[in-house]
């Protein structure tokens, strides 16, 4: 089990930028896949960035170009960098951990920060 606890959410006007922090409970060396989510009011939740145990990360094309995802196993820690917020990013952010074990692969998530953005 993993537990995650996310921080660094906030009100920022459109044009700046946040950093938010998921800390895990244990080691995340070696999970394979930790995440970075959003949902909005009335929304489904999406995927905003992931990495990989390798330190290769994805994005979504809404974020390409402004938000940076890391990990820092050494502090158990990922972050999602946010740079040049929109009002359109406004929402609640939940940093995700994708293990596989026994019976298969299991999400944990945190409770969730949240973001918003004035116009």
């Known amino acids: 089990q993993v537990q995650l606890a996310e921080t660094g959410g906030g009100l920022v006007q459109a044009g700046g930028s946040l950093r938010l922090s998921c800390a895990a409970s244990r080691s995340i060396f070696s999970i394979p896949a930790m995440g970075w989510y959003r949902q909005a009011p009335g929304k489904q939740r999406e995927l905003v960035a992931a990495?990989?145990?390798?330190?290769?990360?994805n994005y979504q094309d809404y974020v390409k170009g402004r938000f940076i995802i890391s990990r820092d196993n050494a502090k158990n820690t990922v972050y999602l960098q946010m740079n040049s917020l929109k009002a359109e990013d406004t929402a609640v952010y939940y940093c995700?951990?994708?293990?596989?074990?026994?019976?298969?692969?299991?999400?944990?998530w945190g409770q969730g920060t949240q973001v918003t953005v004035s116009s």
């Open positions: 990495i990989g145990s390798s330190d290769n990360p």
């Open positions: 995700n951990a994708r293990t596989y074990g026994s019976t298969g692969w299991r999400d944990y």
